[in-house]
């Protein structure tokens, strides 16, 4: 694998192999088998345009215990955030570094840091999509669940980052994708005509309608890192499409409730189910670690 720009550039045996890998690693962590052999002398740049607690966690405490040096590069402190170029930016890290991981607005932006580089470029979320969450979401639903087949994911609020990725991750694993939004905040077109086609996809303004017989409940915030100034109004158009009780209730018995994090409790979901399935949502977000390594594994090795 060359890089990780977004889920749909993986084959489901390329996913199903980063997630196979990613338990492997988490068994031998846990077991306490050094890794450090993994990717001994490989250094990871991180480029951080938005805020970020799991990624940037994850990623540089993955690099350590691969052996590897991860390096933190904040856009307030880098050339590119005073206007370098990004192709000037890719071509001077592609000398210095083995891999970029960036975390930035424009999806384009990510695309052309691959196009101008020489070296793996990682996704660390844009406002497109946000890749690596998803492959720890998939790995945390097998661990639940045990496989995919037959299974159903709804998701619940924005058809935002989250909610592209997720679809990409349901319909390549074989499973049936669900989502309650507001008029006018549905996920990306392009995407949502791509998984009428290869999969099953169903959309409605009822969040108990599209959680019926759900086995994965998902959920974000309402507005995401760069909406800021539309909190207010995304406040109003989302009342309602929170995961409370009647929408578990809606949902199978032994339904999981996966949120990406950081929560808005008694906005996207209320503090009751946020807690009752507090061990899925921490094992999704513990499963970053893990997936996480597993994908530095796949384009540095
Ligand atoms: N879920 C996620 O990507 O979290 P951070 O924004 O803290 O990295
Ligand atoms: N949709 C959220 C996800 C955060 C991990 C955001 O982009 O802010």
Redesign the pocket.
């Known amino acids: 694998m060359k890089h990780l720009l977004k889920l749909r550039d993986l084959s489901r045996e390329e996913i199903l192999s980063i997630l196979n890998l990613a338990d492997q690693l988490k068994y031998e962590r846990k077991s306490g088998v050094d890794q450090t052999g993994y990717l001994k002398g490989k250094t990871l740049g991180m480029i951080f345009q938005k ?6 966690v994850s990623f540089e405490v993955g690099m350590s215990d691969l052996g590897g040096r991860p390096l933190f590069l904040s856009s307030r402190d880098l050339q590119i955030g005073r206007g370098e170029p990004v192709q000037d930016t890719a071509r001077v890290l592609s000398r210095m570094l083995d891999a970029i991981m960036i975390r930035t607005f424009d999806q384009e932006e990510v695309e052309s840091l691959a196009r101008y580089g020489t070296i793996p470029v990682i996704n660390g ?1 844009t406002d497109y999509c ?1 890749p690596c ?1 998803v492959l720890a979401d998939l790995m945390t639903i097998r661990e639940y669940k045990g496989s995919f087949k037959g299974l159903k994911l709804c998701f619940v609020g924005d058809g935002n980052n989250m909610a592209n990725s997720l679809i990409v991750g349901a319909v390549r694993m074989g499973m049936k994708f669900s989502i309650a939004c507001p008029k006018g905040y549905s996920p990306d077109a392009e995407l949502v005509e791509w998984a009428k086609k290869e999969g099953e996809y169903f959309e409605t303004e009822s969040p108990e309608e599209a959680a019926s017989d759900a086995d994965v409940v998902y959920t974000d915030v309402w507005a995401s890192m760069g909406q800021e100034e539309e909190r207010e109004k995304r406040a109003a158009a989302f009342r309602g499409f929170c995961v409370d009780d009647a929408v578990m209730h809606a949902a199978k018995k032994d339904a999981i409730v996966l949120h ?3 929560a808005h409790r008694g906005e996207e979901i209320t503090a009751e189910v946020f807690e009752a399935h507090a061990n899925e949502i921490f094992d999704e977000a513990e499963n ?1 670690l893990h997936a996480q390594k597993a994908v530095l594994c796949k384009v540095l090795r």
């Not at 805020?51 to 940037?56: E, G, N, P, W």
């Open positions: 805020s970020s607690t799991r990624t940037r979320l946000h969450q990406c994090l950081p970053r």
